[in-house]
């Protein structure tokens, strides 16, 4: 089966997620680790800053983290997804080795099993 319409949709999505998480983070420099990132603190001086200012700063980093975390995972599943293509694993259930249907991958181009085993 052709996966390019696949590999499409999620080389789409990796674009889109590799602009979002540029915003609020930047790549991981350790080699061992090339799809994860780190978030960027807000630029932050505590001798001339008052307390409100570092709370908000604070906050601010705590709400990056968060998102930074959500969109890395979604990051990850995408490159893994797109590593399953290369490799010829791609729609190949990882519980039962059967195909993974087409509606399902339709209606998620990251799914890892079938139907039958994505209750887990």
């Known amino acids: 089966m052709a996966w390019e319409k696949y590999k499409k949709m ?3 999505e990796r674009v ?8 609020i983070a930047s790549k991981s420099k350790d080699p061992n680790k090339p799809n994860e990132w780190d978030v960027k603190a807000p630029d932050m ?3 001339v800053s008052d307390q409100s200012e570092l709370a908000d700063m604070f906050e601010e980093l705590e709400t990056q983290t968060g998102l930074e975390m959500q969109l890395e995972e979604r ?7 797109l590593k399953r293509i290369e490799d010829g694993s791609y729609g190949i259930c990882s519980d039962d080795g059967e195909k993974i249907e087409e509606k399902r991958l339709e209606a998620n181009p990251l799914a890892e ?3 039958k085993h994505s209750k887990k």
């Open 75 to 81: 990051y990850k599943h995408v490159m893994a997804s």
């Open 113 to 115: 099993t079938c139907i």
């Open 45 to 47: 001086n505590p001798m």
């Open 10 to 12: 999620l080389d789409e």
């Open 16 to 23: 889109k997620l590799e602009k979002e998480l540029s915003q």
